[in-house]
């Protein structure tokens, strides 16, 4: 097979493969980027593999940066893209289920591919287009076949991970796992456990914005993985009801995370922090996904939000909901949520028009536990509309506020 029509990322690669061959090495495009070009998708990164040894590859450009050299990955700087340019190695070890103990750097493309995970994963291109398929790689993209490279087992025990990229790959691309190789998941699944979280929280995260999430969902729940996921042993229903959802689709990790925290029934801040921290998530994603539950709390109960749910949810995380609660069933006009946030008076506290320091000089308050319950009692009542957010106003509410606070 030959690709005639490259994307404009391979013509801009393609001086750089053109340089390593002129130089007596082979060099190739690989993995991810020519299984989404033969599929028609849009490439993300575009990987090299090479011939040439680590050093002999610095010797050919400018610049470069060591990326990974140990294991023979160097980046190519060139027009202010990167390349990343991995020598043909083959890998032994694995005591560990996750990395080799030892990568060998060889002269063979063949080698190299057959240690790689999937076929589809396996398939090289020349700078000229032409497709090298050691593996049938492209009669099994052609399929919507995933099978491993070779023994699964063996390919499993390189890297566990492999095993929730192929359910990761079923719900991207609506692939079946080949018999032999979901097999070979079936019977690995518990080593999954010896994987770092982060990186299975990957895959997790890209079979659920995938185009199939069915299909990996099911995958996860035959050959059994899903047991092995940090809390998820016990979430078979749950599971199966995510299944069950009528065609849905996720496009971002905050919407991800707020549906699994809803239909794992945590609504509080504890237990939602409590599955986010396993998970190993950042502090931003588990604020945000805190205020998108609160907020399907309140849609789900009453079917709209008050000012002050809408203040405190902020737009990112009410976008968020939205596209959760439009899954679920209770969801709301997008256009019009946004338009009630817009028209909130203001959109942060720093945007009230006293502070503590005006309720001082007005001799309103002295310092103290009672200047901050006066400023909270002043900002709902702006954000609710109560009063103007104009700084008279204000400090005429403040006084009678602080006056019945006194009496
Ligand atoms: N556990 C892994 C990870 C990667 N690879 C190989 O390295 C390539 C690049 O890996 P990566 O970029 O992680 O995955 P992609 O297949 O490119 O998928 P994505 O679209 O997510 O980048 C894969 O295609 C595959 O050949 C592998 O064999 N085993
Ligand atoms: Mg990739």
Redesign the pocket.
Known sequence: MILTQLPAAFQEAKPIIETIEAAGFEAYF????V??TILGKPL??V?IATSAFPAEVKQLFKRTVDTGIEHGTVMILDHGNGYETTTFRTESGYQDFRRPDQVTFVRSLKED?K????TI??LAMTAKGEVIDLFDGLADLKRGVLRA?GVAEE?FH??A??MM?AV??AS?LDFAIEPQTQQAITDNAALLTKIAVERTRVEWE?LLMGQHPDAGLKSLLTTGLYQYMPMMAAQKPMLQQLLALPDWHLSTIESVWTLLSWQMQLRDASAIRHLLKTWKTSNELISHVTAAVNALNALERSGRLTSEENFYTGLDALTTANQVATILGFGQDQAQLAQSYASLPIHDKHELAVNGGDLLKAKLVTPGPMMGSILATCLQAVITGKVENQQDALLDFARMVADSKNH
Do not use: I, P, S, W
């Open positions: 690989v993995g991810g980027c299984r989404d993300h990164d990987d591919l240690r790689r995970d999937f994963n396996a490279v390919r390189e890297d991970l492999r990229r990761r790959f991207q890209k």
